[in-house]
């Protein structure tokens, strides 16, 4: 089985909306070696998917906007294991629509690079490996809600990303954001920080 294969696997379990197959088939995986980071960056398993839906149902939040969200996959798992709504937002929308670009395991919505949407309080704003300190802070700057989730490396983690889990630079509002929960998420480098802003 080659690399091609895993993919067409979980394209398949997709289509079906086998999303615990998914899950399940990374830890069974029969192809050694698979780069898993080239489809999602950080794999999640069903207990930190359930550790996002407790954090939201704290604040009565139905639904998580994901900024930066690559192909979904991470938010089709979430959405679907924990029945959260979770819109994705990317940049770069020709491309995405291309016939390069990778499967896409969730509708994205799209935005500008230098236009940042205002994101409404009714919803939880994640970054999961987001790479982009000013873009991260405008975002922040545009959101009205209270609870903000970053995924990312620990400190030994050998991964970069802006913002990390445990330092992240909000910007000017960098005083009115505490972290109050946070799950390393299974046996890997990666955690969730849960970040919530002070009243
Ligand atoms: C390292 S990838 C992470 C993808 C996915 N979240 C994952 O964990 O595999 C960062 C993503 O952020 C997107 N991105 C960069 N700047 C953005 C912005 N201002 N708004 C939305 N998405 C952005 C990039 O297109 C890219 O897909």
Same mark, same amino acid.
């Given at each position: 089985?080659?690399?091609?294969?895993?993919?067409?696997?979980?394209?398949?379990?997709?289509?079906?909306?086998?999303?615990?197959?998914?899950?399940? *088939?990374?830890?069974?995986?029969? $192809?050694?070696? =698979?780069?898993?980071?080239?489809?999602?960056?950080?794999?999640?398993?069903?207990?930190?998917?359930? =550790?996002?839906?407790?954090?939201?149902?704290?604040?009565?939040?139905?639904?998580v906007? &994901?900024?930066?969200?690559?192909?979904?996959?991470?938010?089709y798992?979430?959405?679907?294991?924990?029945?959260?709504t $979770?819109?994705?937002?990317?940049?770069?929308?020709?491309?995405?629509?291309?016939?390069?670009?990778?499967?896409?395991?969730?509708?994205?919505? =799209?935005?500008?690079?230098d236009?940042?949407?205002?994101?409404?309080?009714?919803?939880?704003?994640m970054?999961? *490996? =987001?790479?982009?300190?000013?873009?991260?802070?405008?975002?922040?700057?545009?959101?009205?809600?209270?609870? $903000?989730?970053?995924?990312?490396?620990?400190?030994?983690?050998?991964? $970069?990303?802006?913002?990390?889990?445990?330092?992240?630079?909000?910007?000017?509002?960098?005083? &009115?954001?505490?972290?109050i929960?946070?799950?390393?998420?299974?046996? &890997?480098?990666?955690?969730?920080?849960?970040?919530?802003?002070?009243?």
């Open positions: 089985m080659d690399d091609d294969n895993v993919l067409n696997t979980l394209i398949e379990f997709h289509k079906n909306n086998q999303w615990k197959n998914i899950l399940n *088939y990374k830890k069974n995986c029969p $192809v050694i070696n =698979f780069d898993w980071a080239k489809l999602l960056w950080a794999w999640p398993d069903e207990t930190s998917l359930y =550790f996002i839906k407790r954090n939201c149902r704290k604040f009565k939040l139905k639904c906007t &994901s900024i930066g969200c690559g192909s979904g996959l991470f938010e798992l979430l959405q679907q294991c924990t029945g959260l $979770v819109k994705g937002i990317e940049i770069d929308q020709k491309w995405w629509e291309s016939l390069y670009s990778p499967y896409q395991f969730l509708n994205l919505s =799209f935005t500008d690079i236009v940042i949407p205002k994101i409404s309080h009714e919803t939880a704003l970054f999961c *490996y =987001f790479n982009d300190k000013s873009s991260f802070q405008e975002y922040v700057k545009n959101y009205s809600g209270n609870l $903000v989730i970053i995924i990312g490396p620990g400190k030994d983690g050998d991964t $970069v990303t802006n913002p990390t889990p445990f330092s992240p630079d909000f910007g000017e509002t960098n005083t &009115s954001w505490t972290l929960d946070s799950q390393q998420i299974s046996e &890997s480098k990666d955690f969730i920080a849960i970040y919530n802003r002070n009243s």
